[in-house]
Each structure stands twice: as structure tokens, then as C-alpha cells.
């Protein structure tokens, strides 16, 4: 269900417009697939490689990934903002100084300002909100993407030829139930698309092949 590797689906033996070899997998990819180091296998809609979960994001785990940014950014940002008010009734009230030793508690802390309760529970709510910043960010960045209907790879390469309109475009990613996935994520969301054919843009101007060229180079000299 989740899998968006190409190792499952039957590929043409001629190459089609669009299409480009893969040296690695031996096989043709489709459009919007790329080949990823770490799983050895190219994957439909390829967007990147997430460390944190271990494998790559592609067309058929996008939009898990996506609903798991926002309940995490959602989460961090939950404890960020009770954290606050904690520390800060610890501190004895909302004041300049309990501002301050927020931001900076391990100064605090060392000049004898706060205690080393106070300086754990302040460390602990600071790495929630750089949590919140660090994963708030990651959530825009990849809507920002949906609502172009870009990966990653596309975004830093400016390949902009499947915009739908916004609307579509979230249909594209998320599938035809978009609202209730992010209600819960295991609802039943077809997707537009099977990975191999999409659909471009009338407006757009003519796709290039100047990106895959250039990401079929860089993956040759890292397997030469």
C-alpha cells in the first residue's frame, strides 16, 4: 500500500518520451521516478530520502509523511507553548528575566539563577519548540510543494509542468479524500495517478530533459 518503488510494476522495454534509463536498476523509469542510493531502487514521484523514517517518499507514502508533519508540528508546538507557562509560573512569573533564562537556561544555570530542576524542564521545552521550528518548516516546505503538485527534486531543478490548480494538485498528492486523511490517515484515498503517466499542464511551456540528464550524470559518477 505503501510501496512506491518501480521493482513491483512491469516496464516497457523501449524508451518513451519523458522516460530515462536507470544504469543502477537496469530498467527504464517513468517520469517523476528517480533512482535513491539507500534503498538501491528508483521509486515513482521520488521526492527525497527521509532519514528519519527510514525510507523514501514517494507517490503511495507522500501523503502519510505529510499528515505526520502535522501532527508532530501540531504536538511540538502543544507542549512548546504549555512548557512556557510552566516554566514560567516556576520562575515567578512572566517577566524580562523569565523570558530571558528561557532562551538561554544553560547560562542561567551555570551563573547560579536557576536551580538544575528548573534548568531540565527549561532545556525541555526549548528542544520542543526548536522541534516545532525545525518540523513547522519541513510542513510548509512540502505544501508549498503540493500546492504546485513539485517534488523535491523538481523544486530545486525548476520543473514546473504538472500545476493543476491548486485544488487538483492536492487530489494528485493526497487523493480524492484529502480532508479525512488528515483526520485519519488510514481512510481509503485513491489516487489520481499510477505513477507512470501524468498529467501536464496545458499552459505549461515544453518539458526539458536538461534535469534528467543532469540527475542520470550525478548518479553515473557516484556508481563509476
Given at each position: 500500500m505503501?510501496?512506491?518503488?518501480?521493482?513491483?510494476?512491469?516496464?516497457?522495454?523501449?524508451?518513451?518520451?519523458?522516460?530515462?534509463?536507470?544504469?543502477?536498476?537496469?530498467a527504464?523509469?517513468?517520469?517523476?521516478?528517480?533512482?535513491?542510493d539507500k534503498c538501491n531502487c528508483c521509486l515513482l514521484k521520488r521526492d527525497h530520502h527521509c532519514t528519519f523514517a527510514g525510507c523514501c517518499i514517494g507517490l503511495k507514502n507522500f501523503r502519510y509523511f505529510l499528515v505526520f508533519l502535522f501532527y508532530l508540528s501540531l504536538g511540538c508546538f502543544y507542549a512548546t507553548v504549555f512548557n512556557m507557562y510552566f516554566i514560567w509560573d516556576c520562575l515567578g512569573g512572566f517577566s524580562l528575566f523569565s523570558v530571558i533564562a528561557h532562551i538561554v537556561p544553560f547560562v542561567f544555570w551555570?551563573?547560579?539563577y536557576l536551580c538544575f530542576q528548573v534548568f531540565i524542564y527549561t532545556m525541555l521545552s526549548m528542544l520542543a519548540l526548536v522541534g516545532f521550528l525545525f518540523v513547522g518548516n519541513l510542513f510548509v516546505f512540502h505544501v508549498q510543494n503540493m500546492l504546485r503538485n513539485q517534488t523535491t527534486f523538481e523544486k530545486n531543478t525548476g520543473?514546473?509542468?504538472?500545476?493543476?490548480g491548486w485544488k487538483q494538485n492536492i487530489v494528485e498528492c493526497l487523493g480524492e479524500n484529502y480532508i479525512r486523511v488528515f483526520v485519519c490517515p488510514l481512510c481509503v484515498?485513491?489516487?489520481?495517478?499510477?505513477?507512470?503517466?501524468?498529467?501536464?499542464?496545458?499552459?505549461a511551456p515544453p518539458p526539458t530533459l536538461q534535469p534528467l540528464k543532469v540527475a542520470r550524470n550525478n548518479l553515473r559518477q557516484r556508481h563509476s
Amino acid at each position: 500500500m505503501t510501496d512506491s518503488s518501480t521493482q513491483k510494476i512491469i516496464l516497457p522495454v523501449l524508451l518513451k518520451p519523458m522516460w530515462h534509463f536507470c544504469p543502477v536498476c537496469q530498467a527504464n523509469a517513468p517520469p517523476r521516478a528517480y533512482h535513491c542510493d539507500k534503498c538501491n531502487c528508483c521509486l515513482l514521484k521520488r521526492d527525497h530520502h527521509c532519514t528519519f523514517a527510514g525510507c523514501c517518499i514517494g507517490l503511495k507514502n507522500f501523503r502519510y509523511f505529510l499528515v505526520f508533519l502535522f501532527y508532530l508540528s501540531l504536538g511540538c508546538f502543544y507542549a512548546t507553548v504549555f512548557n512556557m507557562y510552566f516554566i514560567w509560573d516556576c520562575l515567578g512569573g512572566f517577566s524580562l528575566f523569565s523570558v530571558i533564562a528561557h532562551i538561554v537556561p544553560f547560562v542561567f544555570w551555570l551563573s547560579g539563577y536557576l536551580c538544575f530542576q528548573v534548568f531540565i524542564y527549561t532545556m525541555l521545552s526549548m528542544l520542543a519548540l526548536v522541534g516545532f521550528l525545525f518540523v513547522g518548516n519541513l510542513f510548509v516546505f512540502h505544501v508549498q510543494n503540493m500546492l504546485r503538485n513539485q517534488t523535491t527534486f523538481e523544486k530545486n531543478t525548476g520543473l514546473c509542468i504538472y500545476d493543476l490548480g491548486w485544488k487538483q494538485n492536492i487530489v494528485e498528492c493526497l487523493g480524492e479524500n484529502y480532508i479525512r486523511v488528515f483526520v485519519c490517515p488510514l481512510c481509503v484515498s485513491p489516487l489520481p495517478s499510477d505513477g507512470i503517466s501524468f498529467v501536464a499542464h496545458l499552459n505549461a511551456p515544453p518539458p526539458t530533459l536538461q534535469p534528467l540528464k543532469v540527475a542520470r550524470n550525478n548518479l553515473r559518477q557516484r556508481h563509476s
